[in-house]
Structure formats: C-alpha cells, structure tokens
C-alpha cells in the first residue's frame, strides 16, 4: 500500500495539526515520506468576493491574499520551519502547496517569483472556488446558492476551464480532487461530460498527473473523481497518485488500503510519485 501522501495541510493554513504533530504521525505509520502542501490562495480581487464577508468571520481569513507579496514572508518562514523539523526525521519531507490556479494577467508570472523566493519543493493545483465575471471574481462553493441556475452552470463550467488552463500550464507536480465542486447541491453528475473529457485530454496531453482523493469519503461519501470520470482518466494512461487531503493527523492514510483496492479492480498500473 501506498506510504505517502503530498496533498496534507498544517495549522499554517486550514489543518487542526501543528507540523511536528503531522510528520510524527506520518513517521509513526512507517512512512517513506510527506509532502505537506498547505493552502496558497491568491486572487487580486478576493476582497471584493460575495463570499468574503463570511470568510472574514473565521478564524482562517489569513489564507486568503489579494497579492502574493501579503503571503510571501509567512510562506517563507512555514517552509523554513518545515525543513529545520525534516532533520529530526528518518523521513523525506517535501514542502509544497496547494495553489488555487487562476489565470488573470499577470497571475502566473507574479506565482513564478512567488515559488522561487519561497523555494517550494513542489506545488499541486486543487481549485476550490467558482469563477464569475469571466474569472474577475470568485465565489466560495457554499455559497453556491446565491447564483441562480444559469448563472451557476456558467460558473462550472468556467471552473472547469480554470482546471484545463492549470493542467496545460506545467506549473504542477498534479492536479487535485477533480471534481471537487461535485458536492454543490445543484451538481449534476450527467452533465458537463465535455467539460471532464476536455480536462483528461489536458491532462494527458501535459502528462500531469492527477489523484484518486479520500477526501470525498469523509465528507460526501465517495472518491474524487467520480468512477465514471476516474475510468476515461486509467484508460488515457494518466498518472494516478492517492491523496487523503488530510487537515488532521488521524486523517494521513485515511482509506489507502479502499483507495488502492479500487484502482487495481478498475487497471489501473500507472501511478505518480517523486523519483
């Protein structure tokens, strides 16, 4: 079974573990390695979305930047820490982060330097919001219900383009819970067929990989992706690595052995890790 994971999070962003309490969990399973990929969330217009209101009454608002310069010196630190705590370990830490991809003017080129101060060892693409305004505004997933109908099928499928762009983009070690927005009520798993195979072309086409997440199983009763999108994405021949997006220490693992079970019955032999 598999004996790692690169897709966790710390206190640093939205976890309830501190980083020591996440790498001796991982060393405590036997692990060979972690990567811990806390949230990297920078949109220029963040404090303008509906949603920040709401955001600003938890107690995570420091994850949400308006410009990466607002998220450089605490990403600088966290990595420092991250990489003084890997000495004391007979494990291999990376230091990454799960970056939530938008492709406004001048985003991409403000992350490039963003990625080099900070000196990320790897970053995964795990979009988490509905774009509006052909992408000049975004929404937060429980706030779905403020869009009407057609407004919210035009944001998915926005999303979904959003997701296209961030696997042609190279800039991901792999792409992340697909199609996380599944768990928006009004989500309907018959549609957007085109949208998903245009993803998998993506993905196939950049050779990114992507994962098989147990976050679902936890929140929503099943895997990210969905069987049928998780099918078309073994017969493309896309790496598949499994994740468990874990926010708690009881949480790295969680499902690994039902995870692996499930792409040997569906033939799945490509799978993506470091070298």
Same mark, same amino acid.
């Given at each position: 079974?598999?004996?790692?994971?690169?897709?966790?999070?710390?206190?640093?962003?939205d976890g309830h573990n501190t980083p020591e309490e996440m790498l001796q969990q991982a060393a405590d399973l036997g692990w060979e390695e972690i990567g811990i990929s806390?949230? /990297?969330?920078?949109?220029?217009?963040?404090?303008?979305?509906?949603?920040?209101?709401?955001?600003?009454?938890?107690?995570?608002?420091?994850?949400?930047?308006?410009?990466?310069?607002?998220?450089?010196?605490?990403?600088? @630190?966290?990595?420092?820490?991250?990489?003084?705590?890997?000495?004391?370990?007979? /494990?291999? *830490?990376?230091?990454?982060?799960? *970056?939530? &991809?938008?492709?406004?003017?001048?985003?991409?080129?403000?992350?490039?330097?963003?990625?080099?101060?900070?000196?990320?060892?790897?970053?995964?693409?795990?979009?988490? &919001?509905?774009? /509006?305004?052909?992408?000049?505004?975004?929404?937060?997933?429980?706030?779905?219900?403020?869009?009407?109908?057609?407004?919210?099928?035009?944001?998915? @499928?926005?999303?979904?383009?959003? #997701?296209?762009?961030?696997?042609?983009?190279?800039?991901?070690?792999?792409?992340?819970? $697909?199609?996380? $927005? @599944?768990?928006?009520?009004?989500?309907?798993?018959?549609?957007?067929?085109?949208?998903?195979?245009? #993803?998998?072309?993506? /993905?196939?086409?950049?050779?990114?990989?992507?994962? $098989?997440?147990?976050?679902?199983?936890?929140?929503?009763?099943?895997?990210?992706?969905?069987?049928?999108?998780?099918?078309?994405?073994?017969?493309?021949?896309?790496?598949? *690595?499994?994740?468990?997006?874990?926010?708690?220490?009881?949480?790295?693992?969680?499902? &690994?052995?039902?995870?692996?079970? $499930?792409?040997?019955?569906?033939?799945?032999?490509?799978?993506?890790?470091?070298?």
């Amino acid at each position: 079974m598999q004996k790692f994971s690169y897709h966790t999070h710390t206190d640093f962003s939205d976890g309830h573990n501190t980083p020591e309490e996440m790498l001796q969990q991982a060393a405590d399973l036997g692990w060979e390695e972690i990567g811990i990929s806390d949230h /990297l969330i920078v949109h220029k217009n963040i404090r303008q979305s509906f949603s920040w209101p709401r955001w600003e009454r938890t107690d995570k608002i420091e994850i949400f930047h308006a410009d990466f310069s607002e998220a450089t010196d605490g990403f600088c @630190r966290h990595a420092d820490h991250l990489r003084k705590l890997a000495r004391r370990y007979n /494990l291999k *830490v990376r230091v990454g982060a799960e *970056v939530d &991809f938008f492709d406004y003017d001048g985003w991409a080129e403000e992350f490039a330097a963003f990625r080099h101060r900070v000196g990320l060892d790897y970053c995964i693409s795990g979009n988490h &919001f509905l774009p /509006l305004n052909n992408g000049k505004q975004i929404l937060d997933a429980k706030d779905s219900a403020m869009l009407d109908q057609n407004a919210l099928q035009a944001a998915l @499928r926005l999303h979904f383009a959003t #997701v296209t762009a961030a696997a042609c983009s190279g800039m991901f070690a792999f792409i992340a819970h $697909l199609d996380y $927005l @599944r768990k928006i009520p009004q989500w309907a798993e018959q549609t957007f067929a085109a949208e998903k195979t245009a #993803v998998t072309a993506a /993905l196939a086409k950049s050779a990114v990989g992507t994962e $098989l997440s147990s976050k679902g199983i936890r929140k929503q009763g099943y895997f990210y992706p969905e069987e049928n999108w998780l099918k078309q994405i073994i017969e493309a021949d896309i790496p598949l *690595v499994i994740s468990d997006d874990a926010h708690r220490i009881e949480e790295l693992g969680f499902e &690994f052995d039902k995870a692996e079970a $499930l792409l040997q019955q569906l033939g799945c032999h490509k799978r993506w890790r470091f070298k």
